[in-house]
């Protein structure tokens, strides 16, 4: 498993007791525009800056109504989380009771799902409105160890005074982003909390591992659903004189007539209709499998993208959407690719590999990242991007979205030319 870097808020042998009081006097002198007598870590400046252009309020955050116990069961019927559950739970319940500890379990829009673990804790977390149902994103409780990792996607500590709101200084929690393995999309988050005083370094690395376990248990449930429509589509496949594929809802490739199918393929967002333009595919036609689809492939080029929607306005994640006579297709976008695109809707003309390593790290030499980076774009918006120089084709309408005056763009990204656009 590749490493990812952990945001813990202490080190092993710092003075917990010490090292609060010195985050609530970081945290009033920042409120109160005064000089701090330190700085707040990165990630953490960042989330209270977020915070303070949007107005929440530091005292009690914004108060938001719960959803029903219907509407919950309803999520967690229809979350991909719950089929990591069970990893979650014999990961960290044993020591969440031993330890004073909550298991919190949080839907991709920051909505409280599950919650479980010691009495006493689940009692604070009462106290402060986070329960079941309870929206925990940064925006409606301020910088905390839930909310806060689905906006960095990036495992992260947060400790006392570092939540934003004061009502939560008493606790410190840690929390992990957890990814859907079919799509790469956020699924949600998991969480431990606890009482600020057993605050320790090892709860992070302990919530990023068990949470990766997840998404391996996850990985694996979706190859042996991917085994089950390849047997029910092999009697299928032999009797197709063309090109045809099974894939599943995702357009992960079950089975093929030929030998050089690809992994996965872009689905339309209305796979029922009778055929569609696909990338690199041309015109297919589509019949429902139990589990998936059967696409056969007619070949025709037509139907190709006329139409982007780059949604960067921070009212959900950043997206893409492309739209063409064949269909219309939407993606969520990694941090670093919706930089990438929302460079190149500001510059139509077009952008060289050394001129992109320029706006997104400041550094010109880093073309083989750049490189990598398009690469990976142009095989997911084929017939979107054009390269040499890198930019979007000429036939392509680019529609960009942005957030308020308040904010700029992209608010948490640290790419030159992105914030040389902020106000």
Known sequence: MSTRPLDAAVAAGDDPARHARVLAEVRQAVL????????????????????????VDPERGRQIRPL????????????????????LRAGLLRVADDAEHLMVVADAEGWLLWREGNTAVKLLSDAVGVAEGALVHEDAIGTNGIGTPLITR????????????????????????IHDPRTGGLLGVVNLSARA????????????????????????????ELERLRAVAAPLLVRVAGTALAVDRDGWVAAST??????????????????AWLPKMGVCRFEPLP??????????????????????????????????????????????????LGVLARN??????????????????????????MSRLRRRLAGVLDRQPYRFAERVEVELRLPGARTGPQPSSTAPAIVAKRP
């Open 258 to 275: 030929t030998a050089d199918a690809p992994d996965r393929i872009t689905l339309p967002a209305s796979p029922d209709a009778a055929e």
């Open 348 to 373: 139509p003309e077009g952008r060289s590999a050394a001129q992109l390593a320029e706006d997104l790290f400041g550094d010109s030499a880093r073309t083989v990242t750049v490189r990598a980076e």
């Open 154 to 177: 990036r495992p992260l500590q947060v400790y006392s005074a570092e939540h934003y709101v004061r009502l939560h200084h008493n606790l410190t929690c840690s929390g992990a982003p």
């Open 32 to 55: 109160t525009g005064d000089r701090p007598p330190a700085r707040p870590r990165p990630v953490i400046e960042a989330s209270w800056r977020r915070l303070l252009a949007k107005g």
């Open 291 to 340: 589990g998936g689809w059967l696409v056969r492939v007619a070949g025709e080029e037509a139907g190709r993208p006329t139409r982007v929607v780059l949604d960067l306005s921070g009212a959900r994640p950043d997206t893409v959407e492309v739209l063409g006579t064949g269909g219309s297709w939407a993606y969520e976008l990694s941090p670093r690719h919706a930089q990438i």
């Open 68 to 87: 029903s116990t219907e509407e919950v069961e309803r999520r967690r019927r229809s979350t991909r989380l719950a089929d990591a559950l069970p990893t």
């Open 197 to 224: 005083r057993t605050v320790h370094p090892s709860s992070l690395a302990l919530v990023d591992a068990v949470s990766r376990l997840a998404e391996a248990a996850l990985r694996q449930d979706h190859r042996m």
